[in-house]
Nanobody, 126 residues
Framework: QVQLLEPGGGSVQAGGALRLVCAAS????????MAWFRHAAGKEREGVAG???????ILADSVKGRFTISRDLDKNILYLQINSLKPEDTAMYYC????????????????????WGQGTQVTVSS
């Protein structure tokens, strides 16, 4: 059974940084596709970062230069490093995984992901 757990998140001031953690069980983070999505109030869930089995990664245009997706293969953890936080980054952040080898912008499309974490709230105050 695949479980994706996202402890952490939190409230920070604009300009600060956070590292989100996604701990996987029943699924190896290095296998196939993983991604981070966010869902802000009144908006659709959007993909912000995705990574393929081979380590190739993609970021949404809105977060380039501030977000970084990475994996710790020994710990079986997916990370999302968020720097220079802005109030518009306030959202529920979700970790997602799929056994297929997604590529390109499909890594940012929620319709292509089978497994989801419960989400973690990030709130940025100005």
């Amino acid at each position: 059974q695949v479980q994706l757990l996202e402890p952490g998140g939190g409230s920070v001031q604009a300009g600060g940084a956070l590292r989100l953690v996604c701990a996987a069980s029943g699924y190896t983070v290095s296998s196939r596709s993983m991604a981070w999505f966010r869902h802000a109030a009144g908006k659709e869930r959007e993909g912000v970062a995705g990574i393929r089995e081979n380590g190739w990664a993609i970021l949404a245009d809105s977060v380039k230069g501030r977000f970084t997706i990475s994996r710790d293969l020994d710990k079986n953890i997916l990370y999302l490093q968020i720097n220079s936080l802005k109030p518009e980054d306030t959202a529920m952040y979700y970790c997602a995984a799929d056994p297929a080898d997604r590529f390109g912008r499909t890594l940012l499309n929620r319709l292509f992901f089978r497994y989801w974490g419960q989400g973690t709230q990030v709130t940025v105050s100005s």
